[in-house]
């Protein structure tokens, strides 16, 4: 199994919403990532858990805050978002983080923020 | 960390061979050249990997010249289904990946 699953596909929520995205891999992967992509630019990097810990914040607001409750699950909870927070959010896993390791990305949220 | 420049966009037609190269003049002694492909409305899909000289798989070959300052993406006889965005990443720092602006490349019949 080499899939990424993310949940919900579409999300419409408002500024005082609070929703949570989901991701799940199977593949006995120790790193995983959240990015963000708006339409027409890169994927642009958020978060990333090696072994289930945080490594890396990009600097990302605090009403995006990221939990890996086991090596397989990774959530992205969102809390009073912005209209500018609107999106596609990238989950995505690798073997290990560091090195050129392949990553495995999933479908992608598409997050609509009113 | 090593950045990348690639062309913005690309056309091409169907059953043509398709090049993209990305230049990496910084690139470091320790990185990897890795290409991804994005299709709209989903992930990143990893294509094909290399450090020196060339590789090949089912999918692209990967040229890499000896001083490593740039590599060439080749898609054989490329379809309609070949039209999205290609990325081109080098190494990573630490424990990211920074994609750059890739290249949209589009089949025509």
């Known amino acids: 199994d080499t899939e990424v699953t993310q949940t919900p596909k579409h999300l419409v929520m408002g500024m005082t919403n609070k929703k949570s995205l989901k991701c799940e891999q199977h593949?006995?992967?120790?790193?995983m990532y959240w990015y963000k992509q708006k339409a027409k630019k890169p994927p642009e990097l958020m978060f990333v858990y090696s072994y289930e810990k945080l490594s890396i914040n990009e600097s990302v607001p605090s009403r995006f805050s990221p939990e890996c409750p086991n090596s397989s699950l990774l959530n992205l909870h969102l809390h009073a978002l912005q209209p500018e927070d609107s999106a596609l959010y990238l989950c995505a896993s690798s073997h290990r983080a560091g090195g050129p390791e392949t990553q495995y990305f999933g479908p992608g949220t598409r997050l609509l923020v009113l | 960390l090593a950045k990348t420049t690639q062309p913005i966009s690309m056309d091409s037609y169907e059953g043509q061979e398709v090049n993209i190269t990305c230049s990496h003049n910084n690139i470091a002694t320790n990185d990897y050249i890795t290409w991804y492909q994005q299709f709209p409305s989903q992930g990143p899909r990893f294509i094909i990997q290399?450090?020196?000289t060339k590789v090949t798989n089912e999918v692209a070959s990967l040229f890499i010249p000896a001083d490593r300052k740039s590599s060439t993406l080749s898609l054989p006889r490329v379809s309609l289904s070949d039209t999205a965005v290609y990325y081109c990443l080098v190494g990573e720092r630490d424990d990211k990946i920074i994609f750059g602006k890739g290249t949209r490349l589009h089949i025509l019949p």
């Open positions: 593949m006995g992967h120790r790193a």
């Open positions: 290399g450090y020196k």
